[in-house]
């Protein structure tokens, strides 16, 4: 959002009345207990899922009694407020975190509006294993009877398994039909000989696609014909192929309603699987391989279809780029967390769409064990390919990026084939390459295993591995040197030339300083270098201003 929308949605929630659950208002002036912030990240995550909300807010900075702004210098290093994102997922339930934290600059004051999700459907958010609530305005413990009432939506309503009113079996399409016969017989090899002898309707009974004869909404989601998707509306099935260039611009697209078990293979024959090219060791002949491996895009686009909550009325989105492919479905993740997927190597305990997910199953499409998504990272392991990355931090939406190329060919390679790591090592491994934030203990178990270096939170591939692969000026770039060389590169500059603006000082440094920083976190590095220098080494001071310093030598 613009500043002057948060500015406009602020106004709007300082109107609503006081006893509202789902929203808080503190003043948190200077701090605010991370704890207590804590405990109402869950009140408000599990009121907003009650109240039927999609998310609620908790805001600093504006006093509860009379929603005056006062201003809040809460974390006021813009670094400390994004690791707070982390830092409270840590302690929820299934790593659930804020959707944003908006910083909203206004005469009046700094105010800091955390957006948070509502609990998933049928799991009450738990701060550090303890559920919270609201009674009015309180802070209190989530009561039984409101946690078995988000333990019990959704269960026994199965939107997928009700029957479509006024639908036959003239409004499935004959070609999808006779695609889920052959799938169903390479499903069940053994009952070939049945199938053939089986009318439509005893096959879709059999395959558990109709139930006694009556046409139900995934039927119509997988068999039926094209114009038959107005049969169960408001509800929406569709697939939307988009094609962008590498700066993001659409240049092409295409929707594709029923049948899905025909047209997720059209939708699949848009994507350009170019070839990809790599060296292995000792090998002066390249390896030549498809750019996405089709079970991998067959089994994100399909669970996509398995998961959708339909009734959301949202389209299924798949996004081309350069060199990724991105899927979206609505819905929450109901496992919560990927790594529980990997770990547990299990079916969950509940579908969204068990009956859909049931008939997908006989019909060939997904696996039956639930260990397709493990398999998906099995096989970008063995491709030497990033792992897939799964964005769950919006609750009405699962996000999945499939990468299409090697991000560093050296690395990837050395660690899979020559350390022996398992899968949950390897994930951890890929998340430190792509420079995304891991927890202090997935840090520590690589630390102690000496896979990686750099102080927490800015974490690189430790220099054995390193040394491994002859990427050695890589690992020097990245580990960088310690503040010493750098305060002596600022002494040798104003002995040389006598002062030093800000922006000289930074082009001086900026492109020594190690890749494992981003800008802002390069400047506030120098930031915190001249502080040392002038306060406590007093080795320099400003003869300028705080808006244009001129730095000298003492």
Not at 334 to 353: K, L, Q, T
Request: one cysteine or more; a neutral charge; hydrophobic letters at 35%.
């Amino acid at each position: 959002m613009e500043r002057r929308e948060l500015a406009q949605l602020l106004e709007e929630l300082r109107s609503l009345p006081s006893e509202t659950e789902w929203l808080e208002f503190k003043e948190a002036k200077t701090g605010y207990d991370f704890s207590k912030l804590g405990k109402y990240f869950s009140a408000i995550s599990n009121e907003s899922n009650l109240k039927g909300r999609l998310y609620g807010w908790l805001i600093f900075g504006v006093k509860d009694d009379d929603r005056r702004i006062v201003g809040t210098n809460y974390r006021n290093d813009q670094a400390e407020l994004d690791n707070l994102k982390h830092e409270v997922a840590i302690k929820t339930s299934g790593g659930l975190t804020f959707i944003e934290i908006h910083e909203v600059l206004l005469e009046s004051g700094r105010v800091i509006m955390f957006q948070i999700p509502a609990a998933p459907m049928g799991i009450p958010t738990a701060w550090d294993g303890h559920y919270y609530g609201r009674n009015g305005s309180s802070l209190v413990a989530l009561n039984l009877q409101e946690i078995e009432q988000i333990r019990n939506q959704g269960v026994g309503k199965d939107w997928s398994a009700e029957i479509c009113q006024h639908a036959t079996v003239t409004d499935l399409d004959t070609e999808a039909i006779q695609k889920a016969r052959v799938e169903y017989k390479k499903k069940y090899s053994r009952l070939a000989e049945e199938v053939d002898a089986w009318d439509d309707l005893t096959f879709l009974n059999k395959a558990r696609v109709t139930i006694q004869g009556k046409i139900t909404n995934a039927a119509i989601i997988l068999l039926g014909k094209p114009e038959s998707e107005h049969l169960i509306q408001p509800s929406v099935v569709k697939m939307t192929w988009v094609l962008k260039d590498k700066d993001n611009i659409e240049q092409d697209y295409e929707h594709f309603g029923p049948p899905f078990i025909l047209n997720t293979e059209l939708l699949f024959a848009k994507v350009r699987n170019l070839k990809y090219r790599y060296m292995p060791d000792n090998s002066l002949f390249p390896i030549e391989v498809n750019q996405y491996d089709a079970y991998v895009i067959r089994e994100a686009l399909h669970n996509c279809i398995a998961h959708q909550d339909y009734e959301k009325q949202g389209r299924i989105n798949i996004v081309e780029k350069t060199d990724e492919l991105i899927f979206t479905n609505l819905g929450s993740f109901i496992p919560h967390s990927i790594e529980a997927v990997i770990e547990n190597d299990s079916p969950p305990e509940y579908y969204r769409n068990r009956f859909l997910a049931d008939a997908m199953v006989n019909l060939n499409m997904i696996d039956t064990i639930g260990s397709g998504i493990k398999r998906m990272f099995v096989t970008q392991k063995n491709r030497y390919f990033p792992m897939p990355d799964y964005d769950l931090s919006d609750p009405s939406k699962v996000y999945v990026r499939i990468i299409g190329k090697i991000l560093d060919e050296n690395y990837t390679r050395m660690l899979i084939n020559y350390t022996e790591l398992d899968l949950i090592t390897v994930m951890l491994l890929d998340k430190v390459q792509k420079r995304e934030r891991i927890k202090p203990e997935e840090a520590k178990k690589l630390r102690s295993q000496r896979l990686i270096e750099g102080k927490y939170p800015t974490l690189y591939v430790a220099a054995q591995i390193a040394a491994l692969t002859g990427n050695k000026s890589a690992y020097i770039k990245n580990r960088a040197f310690d503040k010493e060389f750098y305060k002596s590169l600022i002494i040798k500059f104003l002995e040389q030339y006598k002062s030093a603006s800000r922006q000289e000082i930074d082009n001086l440094l900026m492109d020594k300083l190690s890749d494992t920083l981003d800008e802002t976190q390069k400047r506030k590095k120098i930031n915190n270098l001249l502080f040392e220098m002038s306060k406590k080494d007093e080795s320099i001071v400003n003869a300028g201003s705080s808006k244009r310093p001129k730095w000298i030598l003492t």
